[in-house]
């Protein structure tokens, strides 16, 4: 359905309330920095705009886990069309791609919402919901999610619209949504929405069987030709995510970390915030919360939340889109609730394969969304009950915000020992006093919202015209969640940022191929009251998010350290790093790196060539230096001597087929690493011997390594790159076979004499992926045609969409 020129009134209301909401992404000079946005998302997407600006399709990032794949990593972006936005100068590229996909959202959900017959005013306030609440906003840090929730409304927009008339256009419009969903990098949210796209479907009502088997077939059919499309992307994600630990199923408790905290529902009335200070500091604001959640904000809006309630009591198919919110909130508690473990043993293959429980919501917020959409369908067209069930609920609330102002205006004490009990935490009352104030202060804010809402209810039809009632409530809306949403993502002056000193030489490091590693010295604490167990090596650091009355210093030396993916920006590189599929060898090294004696757990870094370790706590661990820097820092850096160069010849090589062997082999003070290597098998004919030789690195590129040899015997070229299928190798133009080397690295045999060895990096699913789409675009077409025969476009029954109040 196409925007009246009022409806498009209506539209760009709801886009101004979207961009006064992110104005820091508009501005061109400001990045945001909470949780996974600096130190991971951001610096993929610096890689991939460096890469896209030289013409280049970036298959292979040598600079995260000792080198792994980049494209195959779904969430890179690289071929999701709105990754164009990134070629603009950062960071305003990636800022407003962040912000187009907010735009998308909201765009998406208004023509959804139009689609299923609601006017411009409750169209706009559904669109504001879902765009605006907590779920959209909370996930700008973990960006592919918020792309993934983008898309959705645009897929159930263009799957009602192919089942009004089967056209063409209408065809190729559902398979492309489906594919820009796919290439987002959120197979979750796709799988939801497919969810979401199934359950419309068992719901709506058919004439008859036939029709709906056809439905089926169109359905499935479309979701096979999205998938070709997308084979050029799926293909190698898929290769990649079969070498992962979640190939085989992830541990229930891994699977679980971050369910949703039972006390997070009192988010619905007292939202969490950022709050600004002087000289543009911020904090997080106080939380009911024992350990820090996935998601900054689960709120939805009070007045929204009213409006959700009226059309539960009266909006159009309010029982299903109820059973959905109540699915998704079950199914977000995660562990605090049997079901969520029953499916993990019944489906394994889906609920083993995904973490986070809290992810969940998504569904929440679309269902919730569009119950408000309805609620405010039904108070504008004056539906029986609709105005009672709005000031009930207003009433019922405002009843939990007086209980608040008057329990603390009446005994503070016994007020603290309230908070103290949802906390579920036992310490001294005067530790809740922040919280405390924090809550009172959001109670009187609910008492506002709701008595201006009443108030609007209580004058329509007296005082208020239709109009003044559709914009008094829509800026109510949008005032609500602008006033709870806006700069809950931190952010800081990008300039200021990148002027930062860094605590390691990145010019030395590039030059010399050398790596980081970031370390702590203890697990991560289980709850945020627990103290954390000591290791006995070092573990990858995880502590990356911090609370406090001042961020803004926390992540300058944060960005000073070079934490995750933060040297893709300076070209270093870093043993660890934040990638969605992680290898198994690569949780196999942390693991190793964890359990080993700590100098024995240094020796391993240093033959996987880091130069530096960084770290939150001393240390005082033989063989490594400190690194003194000028300008003061929480962090400390240290130098391990002597790290192994790129690459290396060698003349002895052990064979040593179990990894856990290898590993303890290659620690241990007797292997000597500069002259030996470890194999699971011996390359055909090979002898131990003492040849000696030379290396000189002539290129080292993302995904070609060119090195020039010279022996004076046959030797073994050891790569400290890592192994993975898609690399080839040559000796003098002419092919030769790699072998695992060390456990995780790449080698070649070299006879004597000189040679020039080249490893090309030519992953065969992408090229099988490219044919797989070429040929499914041929096939879009024929299904096109298809759809234009004349018994293609017999209408279906009605949809749900059309049906009446």
């Known amino acids: 359905m196409r925007a009246s020129g009022s409806g498009l009134t209506w539209l760009l209301a709801a886009f101004a309330a979207t961009a006064l909401t992110f104005d820091d992404l508009l501005t061109g000079d400001r990045v945001p920095v909470y949780r996974d946005l600096l130190h991971i998302i951001l610096p993929m997407r ?60 909201l765009t998406g959900m208004w023509m959804w919402l139009r689609g299923r017959c609601l006017s411009p005013a409750s169209s706009a306030v559904g669109s504001l919901v879902f765009t605006l609440s907590g779920y959209l906003v909370s996930t700008m840090s973990v960006t592919p999610h918020l792309q993934g929730a983008a898309w959705a409304p645009w897929v159930l927009h263009a799957w009602e619209r192919l089942g009004e008339a089967r056209t063409p256009r209408r065809g190729v419009a559902f398979v492309l ?44 059919g479309s979701l096979a030709l999205a998938a070709g499309l997308s084979g050029v992307q799926l293909l190698p994600t898929i290769e990649y995510a079969r070498h992962s630990a979640r190939s085989g199923g992830l541990p229930y408790a891994d699977v679980t970390a971050w369910s949703l905290q039972p006390v997070s529902l009192l988010q619905l009335l007292f939202p969490h915030s950022s709050i600004s200070l002087p000289h543009g500091e911020q904090r997080l604001g106080p939380a009911f919360e024992a350990s820090l959640a996935f998601l900054q904000s689960i709120y939805l809006g009070v007045v929204s939340l009213v409006l959700a309630v009226v059309g539960l009591a009266r909006g159009r198919d309010r029982a299903l889109w109820a059973t959905v919110a109540a699915g998704g909130l079950v199914l977000a508690l995660g562990n605090h609730t049997p079901v969520f473990d029953l499916l993990y043993q019944v489906v394994p293959f889906v609920f083993g394969k995904f973490r986070y429980p809290e992810k969940f919501l998504f569904i929440v917020s679309f269902a919730l969304a569009f119950l408000a959409a309805e609620g405010m369908e039904a108070l504008l067209h004056r539906r029986e009950g609709a105005r009672r069930a709005a000031l009930a609920a ?12 008057v329990l603390r205006t009446v005994d503070s004490e016994s007020y603290l020992r309230v908070i103290a009990i949802l906390c579920g935490e036992d310490r001294p009352l005067w530790q809740f006093l922040p919280l405390a104030i924090d809550v009172a202060e959001k109670a009187q804010r609910l008492l506002l919202l709701l008595a201006a809402l009443v108030g609007i209810l209580v004058l329509r039809g007296v005082a208020l015209g239709e109009g003044t009632l559709r914009v008094l409530l829509l800026a109510l809306v949008a005032v609500d969640l602008f006033s709870a949403h806006r700069h809950l993502n931190l952010n800081m002056d990008w300039k200021e940022l990148r002027a930062t000193p860094l605590l390691v030489d990145s010019d030395a490091l590039r030059e010399s191929h050398e790596r980081i590693f970031h370390y702590q010295t203890v697990a991560s604490a289980p709850r945020a009251t627990s103290l954390p167990p000591p290791i006995p090596g070092l573990a990858p650091w995880s502590q990356s998010i911090a609370t ?73 661990t033989p063989g490594v230096e400190r690194v003194v820097r000028e300008s003061p820092s929480p962090f400390y850096a240290y130098r391990i001597p002597r790290p192994l160069p790129p690459a290396q010849l060698v003349s002895r090589l052990r064979a040593i087929g179990s990894d856990q062997d290898a590993l303890l082999t290659m620690t241990d003070p007797s292997f000597q690493a500069e002259k030996e290597a470890i194999v699971q098998s011996l390359p055909p004919g090979w002898q131990n011997g003492a040849a000696v030789g030379f290396t000189r690195l002539v290129a080292y590129e993302d995904s070609r390594v060119e090195i020039a040899v010279k022996s004076d ?43 020039s060895i080249e490893f090309r990096y030519r992953p065969g699913w992408f090229y099988a992926g490219a044919c797989v789409s070429l040929v499914s675009l041929g096939l879009l077409v024929v299904f096109a045609r298809l759809l234009a025969a004349p018994e293609a476009r017999t209408m279906p029954s009605r949809s749900s969409s059309s049906l009446s109040r």
């Open 46 to 105: 610096h890689y991939l705009a460096e890469h896209l600006r030289r013409g280049e399709i970036p298959l292979w990032n040598p600079l995260t886990y000792m080198g792994t794949p980049f494209l195959a990593n779904l969430q890179s972006g690289v071929l999701y069309p709105p990754s164009v936005l990134l070629l603009l100068p950062p960071p305003l590229g990636s800022d407003l791609f962040i912000f187009a996909h907010y735009v998308i959202a």
């Open 177 to 220: 949504a489906l594919c820009l969903q796919i290439l987002s990098g959120s197979p979750e949210n796709f799988l939801l929405t497919l969810v979401l796209l199934g359950v419309l479907e068992l719901h709506r009502s058919f004439a008859d069987r036939h029709q709906a088997i056809r439905r089926s077939l169109l359905l499935v």
């Open 394 to 405: 207003s009433a019922a609330m405002a009843a939990v915000a007086l209980a608040v102002i």
């Open 548 to 620: 406090g009355e001042d961020l803004r210093p926390f992540y300058r030396a944060l960005w000073s350290s070079l934490p995750f993916n933060s040297g893709m920006f300076f070209g270093v590189a870093n043993v660890s790093g934040g990638d969605a599929i992680a290898r198994a060898s690569d949780k196999l090294l942390l693991a190793t790196l964890a359990a080993l004696p700590r100098e024995r757990a240094v020796e391993l870094l240093r033959l996987c060539r880091v130069g530096y370790l960084i770290g939150p706590t001393p240390l005082d």
């Open 713 to 755: 015997g046959e030797t073994f070229l050891v790569l400290n790159d890592s192994f993975f299928p898609g690399w080839e190798a040559t000796v003098d133009r002419a092919p030769s076979t790699i072998y695992r080397s060390n456990v995780f690295f790449r080698g070649v045999v070299v006879p004597a004499g000189a040679h």
